[in-house]
Every structure is written in structure tokens, then in C-alpha cells.
């Protein structure tokens, strides 16, 4: 089936550093990518859907200036979490697909100390 | 109404029991309708999609009843290895069908 990557899988980093997350498709191209978050004991909430050569349209709450996303290839989005706080401490995942099944990457744990 | 609700669980089961779960939706007009399986620190995994009155595969059955707006995934013969949260997912109202609005998750564990 389909695979999604993201890099890294874990990271750890002080409060007021941005970080970077990747989410590829490898073997198909995806003009739409989707960004979800996890808390603790929570379920995935979507917080932005990625598009390929245009702006990234975001989830009410969600700040478009603090979340940066970059879709600038057919396989390859990445989410920047600028001025990260602790409480941005999340279980990133991306997501690409069709109608019929969406391809989840296996996560960024995000851990802002 | 949440957009998808779901048992909360947790499910302690032994092997080999019957164990079903529930959840509702609000959007009645959504045409499919999921179940995911996480495992704990891990992405979900599509474990079944329905896009009819109902899905079966294996011991996993999945049913739907549109009029109730209710979505059920039945497991027979629990093994160990079913163990994980189970996440009902339907596509977001208003949105594009490949947005996903997923439930809080049931927590099954089956014991020994």
C-alpha cells in the first residue's frame, strides 16, 4: 500500500526554537496533504489541509502564523511550529490519500521543555 | 450533537470474547463512513471503510443504519493482538471527503 514518511519521529526542544516537521508520500504524489494533532488521551484533530502550490487553508483556532506549512512539491509537506511553547508538546501526524483511504505517517512526538 | 461519538470504553474482554463497539454521527449526509485502529504511540490504520448498510472481513464486521446515524464494528473471537483504540471516522461536514473527523477512540484489551 501507499507510504507516508515524516521526519523526525521524535524531537526535543526548548521553549521560543521553531521546528520543522517533514511528511513525504513515497511512492504516489499528493496534491493535498493533511495535517492532524494528538494530545494525550485525545483523538487526532485535524488542524490543516495542505495544498500542493497554494496557501495551506487552516482549522478554526488554529494559527496559520505560529503552524507555517509548505507544500512545495507533489510528495513532500512540512509543518513549522514557530516560537514553540509547551504546550504545543503534541503527537504530530500527516496524512495523504484518496477518497477511499487516507495514508496516515507514523508521527512526530514534539516535546517542548 | 458531536460530530462523532463514540463508547467511551475502556473494553476489557478475555480471549476469544464477542465485543462491539458504538458511534453516532451528526452529518447525515456523509456517504462513508471508517474504522481506524491506533496502537498506542502509533498512526491509525484503516482497519475497515463502509459505504453501505454494512462490511465484513474476518472476524470484524462493521454495520450501519443510516436512519439512526449509528455505526457499530463488531469483533468475534478476540485475540491479544486486537488489542489497541479503536476510532470511528467519518469525513468532516462541510469539508473535503478526505478530511477526517475522528471519535474519541474506544480502548479495547483483550487479557489472557
Known amino acids: 500500500g501507499a507510504v507516508v514518511s515524516q521526519h523526525p519521529s521524535r524531537v526535543i526542544c526548548k521553549s521560543g526554537t521553531s521546528v520543522k516537521i517533514e511528511c513525504r508520500s513515497l511512492d504516489f504524489q499528493a496534491t493535498t496533504m493533511f495535517w492532524y494533532r494528538q494530545f494525550p488521551k485525545q483523538s487526532l484533530m485535524l488542524m490543516a489541509t495542505s495544498n500542493e502550490g497554494s496557501k495551506a487553508t487552516y482549522e478554526q483556532g488554529v494559527e496559520k502564523d505560529k503552524f507555517l506549512i509548505n507544500h512545495a512539491s507533489l510528495t513532500l509537506s512540512t509543518l513549522t511550529v514557530t516560537s514553540a511553547h509547551p504546550e504545543d508538546s503534541s503527537f504530530y501526524i500527516c496524512?495523504?490519500?484518496?477518497?477511499?483511504?487516507?495514508?496516515f505517517g507514523p508521527g512526530t512526538r514534539l516535546t517542548v521543555t | 450533537r458531536k460530530e462523532v461519538e463514540q463508547d467511551p470504553g475502556p473494553f476489557n474482554v478475555p480471549e476469544g470474547a464477542t465485543v462491539a463497539f458504538n458511534c453516532t454521527y451528526s452529518n447525515s449526509a456523509s456517504q462513508s463512513f471508517f474504522w481506524y485502529r491506533q496502537d498506542c504511540r502509533k498512526e491509525p490504520k484503516l482497519l475497515m471503510s463502509?459505504?453501505?448498510s454494512g462490511n465484513e472481513d474476518g472476524r470484524f464486521t462493521a454495520q450501519l443504519n443510516r436512519a439512526s446515524q449509528y455505526i457499530s464494528l463488531l469483533i468475534r473471537d478476540s485475540k491479544l493482538s486486537d488489542s489497541a483504540t479503536y476510532l470511528c471516522?467519518?469525513?468532516?461536514?462541510?469539508?473535503?471527503?478526505?478530511?477526517?473527523?475522528f471519535g474519541s477512540g474506544t480502548q479495547l484489551t483483550v487479557l489472557p
Open positions: 471516522v467519518v469525513p468532516r461536514s462541510g469539508g473535503s471527503a478526505r478530511q477526517l473527523t
Open positions: 463502509v459505504y453501505s
Open positions: 496524512s495523504a490519500g484518496g477518497l477511499d483511504e487516507q495514508y
